[in-house]
């Protein structure tokens, strides 16, 4: 059964071309047009990230001097809550000190993770400004540091340790607490790390400890890499099987109108029978099976240049 998927628009990002020049510009009503596009467009939070990308470099310094300014900018022509992308805490302390959640409600952290400095200083912000908050469960623990998650079960493991603490820490609700277990381009998948994602979040539905907690993707990731005829067929047929396994929110571009297909979609099955040949018969590596599901996804784009879906 698949549901609403709850849009975080994304074009308030330095990978998309008029946020780069909005930014490079310091120009806050760039900003307000794209803030105030997204909301018309049914965008339930907007991303913030004013990081750099291979396009662009940014300083950290050059983003703590601009969050004050664009901060109130967007929220004075929309109410929609906003979400703070960044693995800095200064970022998201100068974001959340400059945000006015009478006006919009709660914001998003977004994020916290094994991997994060500054982590008992982020969760006390979560707790100090009592916002929603993401939780990366992709990477865990380990000794010496951190690691990615290899399978669904430490992925569900990240995901119950950090609500335990989030909870007990910061005082959070389930209800307002969401986890991410990452999304790679599925055309470049030679580990199974879409499966793996799937998977984690099905393990996380099913356990009643963490019964309320929502979930959430970057789906841009998904199809970055593959021909753009076929890039949004196959972002929302991942939505459907995401939603399938409790998905219900998605960092995404609302001018694509991102929502599942229906189950019974002919792409949705492609996906889904692509996703299948990257799981390992007895015997074989990951990499094996990897390499099979790629040669699926390369299918799928060489038939959907052919035919329409």
Not at 43 to 53: E, I, K, S, V
Not at 170 to 189: K, M, S
Not at 272 to 279: C, F, I, K, M, V
């Amino acid at each position: 059964m698949t549901g609403k998927i709850n849009l975080v628009g994304e074009l308030m990002n330095n990978s998309f071309a008029r946020a780069r020049t909005a930014f490079l510009n310091r120009d806050v009503s760039g900003y307000q047009r794209l803030a105030k596009l997204q909301s018309d467009l049914g965008a339930a939070w907007l991303d913030l990230n004013l990081d750099g990308t291979q396009r662009l470099q940014v300083r950290r310094q050059e983003m703590l001097d601009f969050l004050p300014e664009v901060i109130p900018a967007i929220q004075e022509v929309t109410s929609t809550p906003l979400s703070f992308d960044n693995p800095s805490f200064e970022y998201q302390k100068v974001a959340l000190q400059h945000y006015d959640r009478s006006k919009s409600g709660p914001p998003i952290l977004n994020s916290i993770a094994a991997s994060r400095d500054h982590l008992e200083e982020m969760i006390d912000l979560v707790r100090h400004y009592d916002t929603l908050v993401i939780v990366m469960s992709s990477e865990m623990f380990a000794s010496g540091g951190t690691v990615q998650c290899t399978n669904p079960h430490d992925s569900h493991r990240a995901a119950k340790y950090f609500v335990e603490r989030l909870v007990t820490q910061a005082n959070r609700r389930l209800d307002q607490i969401l986890i991410d277990p990452g999304l790679a381009p599925v055309g470049a998948d030679t580990y199974g790390l879409v499966n793996i994602g799937l998977d984690a979040m099905r393990l996380i539905s099913a356990d009643p400890d963490l019964r309320g907690v929502h979930m959430i993707v970057g789906l841009s990731n998904f199809a970055w890499g593959t021909p753009k005829g076929v890039r949004e067929e196959l972002e929302k047929a991942y939505l459907t099987l995401g939603s399938e396994a409790g998905l219900d929110f998605a960092i995404a571009n609302p001018e694509k109108t991102p929502a599942p297909l229906p189950p019974d979609h002919p792409m949705v099955a492609k996906l889904r029978e692509a996703l299948d040949q990257g799981r390992p018969l007895d015997g074989e590596t990951i990499e094996t099976s990897g390499f099979r599901q790629i040669e699926a996804v390369m299918g799928i784009c060489s038939e959907a240049a052919t035919v329409d879906f």
